[in-house]
């Protein structure tokens, strides 16, 4: 059973880089895709984007300015950075996988709650 | 990319039927067979719960189905249980190969 936990602050300073990294364990770390999500207090989902292990990635349009993601295939890690944040990134960031080939989010990690703020 | 429009409610009494609709664009919900859903409870991560527009994953209950006419996808739930209550979300692939999120709809069994 594939399992993943986000780690990283809970709390940024307006204007810094948001760092949160996602660590899996169990399964092929190979045979994923692995996607950010984010879901503000009380508000819905966002797709952030997505790594592979070949280093591919694609991202949300309305973030891709801002975002950043890189992948340890040998710690089984992922990590996002998200540029320049605003209170509007307040939100609990969500690490998630799908297998290749599917278009699904099969597996979630349990989020973690960053708040922007001075 | 704009998000897939969801109600934002719907409700139901315990043994009846509801339906969620997701609608979005021929770049997305009605250009390809790859919508999900998924079922949140309060304070949980959302969980995998129709795929591919109709397909259950391995243990969830087939009161859940799902559907697909042009660019409305649709979420039906049979013999509503209280356990059902929850917000749910469809998801779609989309032409630029990017996932969108639809607004989410809070399932209450009355």
């Known amino acids: 059973q594939v399992q993943l936990q986000e780690s990283g602050p809970g709390l940024v300073k307006p204007s810094e880089t948001l760092s949160l990294t996602c660590t899996v364990s169990g399964g092929s770390f190979s045979s994923f895709y692995w996607s950010w999500i984010r879901q503000p207090p009380g508000k819905g989902l966002e797709w952030i984007g997505y790594i592979y292990n070949s280093g591919s990635t694609n991202y949300n349009p309305s973030l891709k300015s801002r975002v950043g993601t890189s992948i340890d295939t040998t710690r089984k890690q992922f990590s996002l950075n998200l540029r320049s944040v605003t209170a509007a990134d307040t939100a609990v960031y969500y690490c998630?996988?799908?297998?290749?080939?599917?278009?699904?989010?099969?597996?979630w990690g349990q989020g973690t709650l960053v708040t922007v703020s001075s | 990319q704009s998000a897939l429009t969801q109600p934002a409610s719907v409700s139901g009494s315990p043994g009846q039927s509801t339906t969620i609709s997701c609608t979005g664009t021929?770049?997305?919900?009605?250009?390809?067979?790859?919508v999900s859903w998924y079922q949140q409870h309060p304070g949980k991560a959302p969980k995998l719960v129709i795929y591919?527009?109709?397909n259950r994953p391995s243990g969830v209950s087939n009161r859940f189905s799902g559907s697909k006419s042009a660019n409305t996808a649709s979420l039906t739930i049979s013999g509503l249980q209280a356990e059902d209550e929850a917000d749910y979300y469809c998801s779609s692939y989309t032409s630029s190969g990017t996932r969108v999120f639809g607004g989410g709809t809070k399932l209450t069994v009355l």
């Open positions: 021929s770049s997305d919900v009605g250009g390809y067979n790859y």
């Open positions: 591919d527009v109709s």
């Open positions: 998630a996988g799908s297998t290749v080939g599917a278009k699904t989010f099969d597996y």
